[in-house]
């Protein structure tokens, strides 16, 4: 069954560090999605991609992040300059059409020193 | 504000006890009802989509109902194996694809 894939599964990272979560999402869907999860809350949107640009992003979604899709199966977020409140679960998800079901890869735990 | 509450925060069953899960929502531009599993350090996964009222769909020992204005997740003889959080979502449409809305979760622990 096919499956969204993300890599690493964790990441450590000092503070003011550069990070990429990577990410491939089914192979025949055309919407991705970026969620995080701070622990112990609820699961938030960061933004959406598709046609080869941003549709949506949220307010935490500010000039430090950034996403790609660099080839035609990867999917990525890049953290410019991470801080401790970058710290939390992040998700990539993806889905076939506009209104389907949002598929979530295991996540990338991520632990700003 | 878009909104996704789910209610009871916790609930706590025996093996075989069965009980139903909540979910209300005020999410403007509101396209259906996404029902997900989320086990402890894992993505979300799916369970469910409803997309009109008077909706139901079950699986296995799942079945999930949707009215105009909440959800329901009901949990027929609960297994052990049943034990996680159960996470409802909105989908909040955009121009391009929908930005879901999560509710808090229900955190279902089950006793065998």
């Known amino acids: 069954e096919p499956e969204v894939t993300q890599t690493p599964s964790h990441q450590v990272t000092q503070m003011g560090q550069e990070v990429i979560l990577r990410c491939v999402p089914i192979?025949?869907?055309?919407?991705f999605y970026w969620y995080r999860q701070i622990l112990g809350q609820k699961v938030e949107f960061l933004v959406s991609f598709y046609n080869n640009e941003i549709s949506e992003k949220s307010e935490i979604f500010d000039d430090q992040f950034s996403v790609e899709r660099p080839d035609g199966s990867n999917f990525t977020l890049k953290i410019r300059s991470t801080k401790l409140e970058d710290s939390a679960m992040y998700f990539c998800?993806?889905?076939?059409?506009?209104?389907?079901?949002?598929?979530f890869g295991p996540g990338t735990r991520l632990l700003v020193l | 504000e878009d909104q996704v509450t789910q209610s009871p925060e916790a609930l706590r069953l025996q093996e075989g006890e069965s009980s139903s899960l909540n979910c209300s929502y005020t999410?403007?531009?509101?396209?259906?009802l996404f029902w997900y599993r989320q086990d402890p350090g894992k993505g979300p996964e799916f369970l469910f989509t409803?997309?009109?009222a008077g909706e139901e769909k079950e699986k296995e020992r799942l079945k999930a109902t949707l009215t105009k204005k909440e959800s329901f997740l009901h949990i027929t003889a609960p297994k052990p194996e049943d034990s996680a959080t159960y996470l409802c979502a909105g989908p909040f449409a955009m121009e391009y694809g929908n930005k879901l809305v999560f509710g808090a979760g229900t955190i279902l622990r089950v006793k065998s």
């Open positions: 998800a993806s889905s076939g059409g506009q209104g389907e079901t949002q598929y």
């Open positions: 192979s025949n869907h055309l919407y």
């Open positions: 999410v403007s531009g509101l396209r259906g």
């Open positions: 409803l997309y009109s």
